[in-house]
């Protein structure tokens, strides 16, 4: 069991978080991993519609029998498929943290969470929640939006910044991306057409080929005067990319994507799964 991949998804009932369980589930059963699903109680808002239940039984009772029921559904679709379990679990406290201390808890390779998508990353982007989690966790996580429903990925466009750690973070994609038999684009998005950016460029390429060896991926170069972004996501929208994939380091290019003025500007960007890769 310790050497299972391990998925933890948080799920509040909602269509949302009903839509994460099914792409946790089906990249579950690629990776013949062990899937949680775990649900954060809020008691405080719950005395107030029920201020004569202080123990919040009927709710336990309520939360109880809507995850053993989600677990049945997915353990009668994804067992047979590859997926090696699912189990369930409920505590009190705060959403964010109580999720991200319990993946923690549970050693989770990866966490993946529902969000309403245009709503809201970074108050607008991928929800206020979700963005947070992002943003505070310390491993894995796919961010899935509300209205995007699992297929079989055929692209995975990962945003580079020319980093060390692109090397690593790139491997993990090959593994994800074999399972499926998927395209690699590593995309590198530039503010011109420099020979600078493109000589960068070459020697990035030069130095992952023979380190990364998959042979389904493709090196691109994007230049775009506007926002670095919107370039991203012009690419994504011609190359039909199926799936995100962003490196999370402190004042890296992820920071430059999801900055708030942006927000207002994105739409196919957002109605995306966007994985961030935090460790290694």
């Not at 109680?41 to 309520?62: A, R, T, V």
């Not at 943290?97 to 970074?122: H, P, Q």
Request: proline fraction near 3%; include cysteine.
């Amino acid at each position: 069991m310790e050497n299972t991949f391990k998925i933890l998804c948080p799920t509040d009932f909602s269509e949302c978080s009903l839509n994460a369980i099914e792409f946790a589930t089906k990249l579950g059963e690629r990776l013949n991993a062990q899937l949680v699903l775990f649900h954060v109680l809020n008691l405080e808002d719950y005395l107030k519609l029920s201020p004569l239940d202080q123990e919040g039984k009927n709710q336990k009772d309520f939360v109880k029998e809507k995850l053993v029921n989600l677990q049945k559904a997915v353990v009668y679709e994804g067992i047979p498929n590859g997926l090696a379990g699912c189990e369930v679990d409920f505590q009190e406290g705060k959403i964010v943290s109580a999720t991200l201390d319990y993946a923690k808890k549970m050693k989770a390779d990866l966490i993946v969470a529902g969000t309403e998508g245009i709503n809201e990353l970074r108050s607008q982007i991928i929800g206020s929640r979700a963005s947070r989690m992002v943003e505070q966790a310390d491993r894995d996580i796919l961010i899935v939006p509300r209205k995007v429903f699992f297929k079989p990925p055929r692209k995975f466009v990962y945003a580079s910044d020319y980093m060390e750690e692109d090397k690593l973070a790139i491997q993990k994609v090959v593994e994800i991306a074999g399972l499926f038999d998927s395209e690699i684009d590593i995309v590198h998005v530039s503010f011109s057409q420099k020979a600078i950016d493109k000589s960068l460029h070459i020697a990035m390429v030069d130095e992952i080929k023979p380190f990364v060896r998959y042979e389904k991926i493709n090196y691109v170069l994007k230049s775009y005067r506007d926002e670095l972004a919107l370039g991203l996501e012009n690419y994504l929208q011609v190359a039909k990319g199926d799936i995100l994939v962003t490196l999370s380091k402190k004042k890296s290019f992820f920071d430059q994507i999801f900055s708030k003025n942006l927000s207002k500007k994105m739409s196919y960007f957002l109605n995306k799964p966007l994985w961030v890769i935090k460790s290694f």
